[in-house]
């Protein structure tokens, strides 16, 4: 029997039905040696990187949907499929495999079937790489995106969503010592990029906590809050925590707060091994606002949770689990906790708010209905120069002064995640403003 395959149809079954994140699943195989394991999971990441084209190959080929009972044929037609044009296996065991692991999870017919598919498929595969189109969005998603990016720049994207990641740290300090001594790159911004294989817990200066694993672009957030030594700031949505430790390497008091306690727990783990303290507290964002009584903060890092579509490089099988409602409900959750954050800052204060969604109703949007809503908040423009001391990153700030990554920024390093940040200063309503704002509550009345 096939294991490796058998397991990859298991674990793409298990994120398409159930709906959970691969890097989720895949810790729970441990039936496979670790190079077994690895294959596995580039087969598995490869299929969700070309998934919207391998379906459309498949169309021409199977007529008939497949009952439900013959699902795990379907999937091993994606698999099959994906080797076939992506990989080098040779087709015949392409062909072998998947047919005796249907053979083994379905039936004999439906094992008949996957045969006379893939094989037609082994057939024109050379035909069919040429007709390969680079979509990599299914088309809810692409229609989304496209009304905020359009279609050059959709082109752009979706190309640079395919590229496999590197794996990214952020370290304490010395990024150019660390560079040289973990033969990794050093980006404009002080990440430094490694090769993306082996084990991470093994490289030097982990366990000694000198360093932690952050992408290039979720790091620059905390880098647009200067002069934070000593000052209150409150990690709203802290865990994992790879910000939260940003916060305390630059010298701030931090609260870490987070709804998850399991999650926190990870945070708690993280900050332990790097040897740095925080105030950790579980609980709700909107529980805490409504209970605080302090003074207010000098600033609040509003790490909003988000569709996570910006980590679409990483996790290429979001598209395919999550829908325009799933945008649209944590746009909504952003909107409530944003609301309240006003009421703990401090006048004269900075609300940082950032997510790693590529959707522009979890960033740009949601920021302008926030300052329409709140007129004594201003954007403070982030730079390019504040960011790496260069025009380097010039390319990743928008007309606003905000920061918006995509996929295909950095593209001599090898791309980003996408992520937006936006850099809001509390204010007090000027006459003018409290003037307009009584009108605008008048008109509403009378209407
Ligand atoms: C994008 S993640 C934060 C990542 C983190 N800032 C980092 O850099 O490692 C969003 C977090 O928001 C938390 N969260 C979701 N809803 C929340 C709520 N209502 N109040 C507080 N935290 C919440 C989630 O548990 C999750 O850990």
Same mark, same amino acid.
């Given at each position: 029997?096939?294991?490796?395959?058998?397991?990859?149809?298991?674990?793409?079954?298990?994120?398409?039905?159930?709906?959970?994140?691969?890097?989720?699943?895949?810790?729970?195989?441990?039936?496979?040696?670790?190079?077994? !394991?690895?294959?596995?999971?580039?087969?598995?990441?490869?299929?969700?990187?070309?998934?919207?084209?391998?379906?459309?190959?498949?169309?021409?080929?199977?007529?008939?949907?497949?009952?439900?009972?013959?699902?795990?044929?379907?999937?091993?037609?994606?698999?099959?499929?994906?080797?076939?044009?992506?990989?080098?296996?040779?087709?015949?065991?392409?062909?072998? !495999?998947?047919?005796?692991?249907?053979?083994?999870?379905?039936?004999?017919?439906?094992?008949?079937?996957?045969?006379?598919? $893939?094989?037609?498929?082994?057939?024109?595969?050379?035909?069919?790489?040429?007709?390969?189109?680079?979509?990599?969005?299914?088309?809810?998603?692409?229609?989304?995106?496209?009304?905020?990016?359009?279609?050059?720049?959709?082109?752009?994207?979706?190309?640079?969503?395919?590229?496999?990641?590197?794996?990214?740290?952020?370290?304490?300090?010395?990024?150019?010592?660390?560079?040289?001594?973990?033969?990794?790159?050093?980006?404009?911004?002080?990440?430094?990029?490694?090769?993306?294989?082996?084990?991470?817990?093994?490289?030097?200066?982990?366990?000694?906590?000198?360093?932690?694993?952050?992408?290039?672009?979720?790091? $620059?957030?905390?880098?647009?809050?200067?002069?934070?030594?000593?000052?209150?700031?409150?990690?709203?949505?802290?865990?994992?925590?790879?910000?939260?430790?940003?916060?305390?390497?630059?010298?701030?008091?931090?609260?870490?707060?987070?709804?998850?306690?399991?999650?926190?727990?990870?945070?708690?783990?993280?900050?332990?091994?790097?040897?740095?303290?925080?105030?950790?507290?579980?609980?709700?964002?909107?529980?805490?606002?409504?209970?605080?009584?302090?003074?207010?903060?000098?600033?609040?890092?509003?790490?909003?949770?988000?569709?996570?579509?910006?980590?679409?490089?990483?996790?290429?099988?979001?598209?395919?689990?999550?829908?325009?409602?799933?945008?649209?409900?944590?746009?909504?959750?952003?909107?409530?906790?944003?609301?309240?954050?006003?009421?703990?800052?401090?006048?004269?204060?900075?609300?940082?708010?950032?997510?790693? !969604?590529?959707?522009?109703?979890?960033?740009?949007?949601?920021?302008?209905?926030?300052?329409?809503?709140?007129?004594?908040?201003?954007?403070?423009?982030?730079?390019?120069?504040?960011?790496?001391?260069?025009?380097?990153?010039?390319?990743?700030?928008?007309?606003?002064?905000?920061?918006?990554?995509?996929?295909?920024?950095?593209?001599?390093?090898?791309?980003?995640? !996408?992520?937006?940040?936006?850099? $809001?200063?509390?204010?007090?309503?000027?006459?003018?403003?409290?003037?307009?704002?009584?009108?605008?509550?008048?008109?509403?009345?009378?209407?």
């Amino acid at each position: 029997m096939n294991t490796i395959r058998q397991t990859a149809v298991e674990m793409l079954k298990n994120v398409l039905e159930d709906k959970n994140f691969f890097s989720e699943v895949k810790t729970e195989q441990s039936q496979l040696s670790a190079q077994d !394991s690895a294959f596995a999971n580039m087969l598995i990441l490869t299929t969700f990187r070309h998934l919207v084209f391998i379906k459309k190959v498949l169309k021409k080929f199977v007529k008939k949907k497949l009952p439900a009972s013959a699902i795990n044929g379907q999937y091993a037609l994606f698999l099959g499929t994906c080797e076939i044009l992506y990989l080098n296996t040779p087709d015949y065991a392409v062909i072998n !495999s998947y047919v005796e692991v249907t053979k083994h999870m379905a039936d004999k017919y439906v094992a008949g079937f996957v045969n006379a598919v $893939l094989r037609n498929i082994c057939k024109q595969k050379e035909e069919l790489k040429k007709e390969e189109t680079n979509e990599f969005f299914p088309p809810e998603f692409f229609h989304i995106l496209n009304q905020d990016y359009g279609k050059k720049t959709m082109q752009k994207i979706q190309t640079a969503a395919m590229v496999e990641p590197k794996l990214d740290i952020t370290v304490k300090n010395n990024a150019k010592h660390w560079a040289e001594t973990l033969g990794g790159q050093l980006l404009p911004s002080d990440t430094i990029r490694l090769e993306n294989n082996g084990k991470i817990t093994a490289l030097q200066g982990y366990a000694n906590g000198d360093w932690w694993v952050q992408d290039f672009a979720a790091a $620059l957030a905390v880098k647009a809050l200067s002069d934070i030594k000593d000052k209150k700031v409150l990690d709203m949505c802290a865990a994992p925590g790879g910000k939260t430790a940003q916060l305390i390497n630059k010298g701030a008091k931090v609260t870490a707060l987070d709804i998850s306690a399991a999650r926190l727990k990870k945070l708690q783990e993280n900050l332990q091994r790097l040897h740095f303290n925080a105030e950790v507290v579980c609980a709700d964002a909107l529980e805490y606002i409504k209970e605080y009584k302090e003074e207010g903060y000098d600033a609040v890092l509003l790490d909003a949770p988000c569709s996570a579509t910006g980590t679409i490089r990483r996790h290429p099988e979001l598209v395919h689990i999550k829908r325009l409602k799933d945008v649209e409900k944590q746009a909504e959750l952003q909107k409530e906790i944003l609301a309240q954050t006003p009421k703990i800052l401090k006048e004269g204060g900075i609300l940082l708010y950032c997510t790693c !969604s590529i959707s522009k109703l979890e960033g740009e949007k949601q920021i302008a209905a926030f300052l329409e809503a709140n007129p004594t908040f201003k954007i403070v423009p982030i730079t390019s120069q504040e960011l790496c001391g260069t025009d380097a990153l010039n390319e990743i700030i928008t007309d606003e002064g905000f920061i918006r990554t995509l996929p295909q920024h950095l593209a001599n390093y090898g791309g980003t995640d !996408s992520f937006f940040v936006a850099r $809001l200063k509390k204010g007090s309503l000027n006459v003018l403003q409290k003037k307009s704002r009584s009108n605008r509550k008048y008109q509403h009345h009378y209407r």
